[in-house]
Every structure is written in structure tokens, then in C-alpha cells.
């Protein structure tokens, strides 16, 4: 029920204002969609270059797929930032369907917390589903190798661990 609650309470954030963040992930998209790997860090068609670590790019290219179903213009690489209504809506629920894993993390670190605690907890929620990033994907592969931790399972938390840092390099303090 806690994650329904969360996914309602943001969908309901979907025409709320957006920062940079929507036209630099917007980007990227394109950058992943329509140039070759070995181009995507290079590329400097627009201000937002793509300057996270290879495994980001790689979810932002798996998520060209759907992309393309909700409107391919959001696809083409250009030096002038692209908003349309469906890509409004495409970038905000990939984000809010980034609250799935992490409420399964959540659960599988601690089965008594209650995720409604993360998932609806305001500066997260203004971050990711206003401001506009993937922050609760990120977190869940946290939480998961902490829980993996908790069980034991020291290698397995390492590769989980490893695959974060190799996602997004500011988690690296912890």
C-alpha cells in the first residue's frame, strides 16, 4: 500500500515545475539514442555533455526504448533544449517507477521499516520528482548493499556496491 500511496502522491507532482535537470537528462537520452557509445562522452552538440559514469549512460540508453513510444522528437540531439507534454510525462514516471526498487531494497535491508519514511520523504520527493533526477534507484542499490551486508553476503554487497559507483561517482563517500 506504502508504494501505491508514494507513485499516486507523485504522479500528482507530474506538471510541477522542473529544474535543468529535465532538459540535461532529456539530452542525454539523445546523446545515448542517437550517437555511438564511443561518442557519448565527446559530444558537445549541447551545453549538458553527459558526465556521469558509463553504467548511468547505459540506463539513460535502455530508457530510449519506451522513450520512442511517448514521442521520438525527444530524441534527436539538438543545441536547443526540446519540452513537449509527452516528454514531460515520460521523464517524470521513469522516475517515479524508480521508487520500485527501492521500496523492495528497502524491504529486503528491513522488513519492520516502513518505506513510506523514504519514499515520501520531502527532500528526496523535491529532488527527484521536482528537481529532477534518479536519486531513488541510486539509493536502492544503497540500501541493497547494505542489506546485503547485514546478511553476510560481503561479496555480493560489493558488486552491488561497485555497480552504484559505477553509476553515479558521488556515492563513492560512502
Known amino acids: 500500500m506504502t508504494l501505491l500511496v508514494s507513485i499516486a502522491f507523485k504522479l500528482l507532482l507530474i506538471p510541477c515545475y522542473y529544474s535543468t535537470d529535465f532538459e540535461v537528462h532529456r539530452n542525454w537520452l539523445a546523446t545515448t539514442a542517437t550517437l555511438p557509445h564511443s561518442e557519448w562522452y565527446t559530444d558537445t ?3 549538458w555533455t553527459l558526465d556521469y559514469p558509463p ?3 547505459w540506463f539513460e540508453r535502455l530508457l530510449t526504448f519506451p522513450a520512442k513510444l ?3 522528437n525527444m530524441l534527436n540531439l539538438t543545441e536547443a533544449p526540446y519540452v513537449s507534454p509527452k516528454t514531460i510525462l515520460f521523464q517524470r514516471l521513469t522516475v517515479i517507477l524508480c521508487d520500485i526498487p527501492l ?3 528497502l524491504k529486503y535491508f528491513d522488513n519492520t521499516l516502513n518505506p513510506a519514511t523514504i519514499l515520501l520523504f520531502p527532500a ?5 520528482n521536482i528537481h529532477f ?4 534507484i541510486l539509493f536502492a542499490m544503497l540500501v541493497y548493499s547494505l542489506g546485503l551486508i547485514r546478511k553476510s553476503k560481503p561479496v555480493s554487497a560489493l558488486l552491488v556496491f561497485s555497480t552504484l559507483i559505477c553509476t553515479k561517482h558521488i556515492y563513492i563517500y560512502f
Open 103 to 105: 521500496f523492495f531494497a
Open 45 to 47: 552538440t549541447s551545453q
Open 55 to 57: 553504467l548511468f549512460a
Open 133 to 136: 533526477q534518479y536519486n531513488t
Open 124 to 128: 528526496l520527493v523535491i529532488v527527484d
Open 70 to 72: 511517448f514521442d521520438r
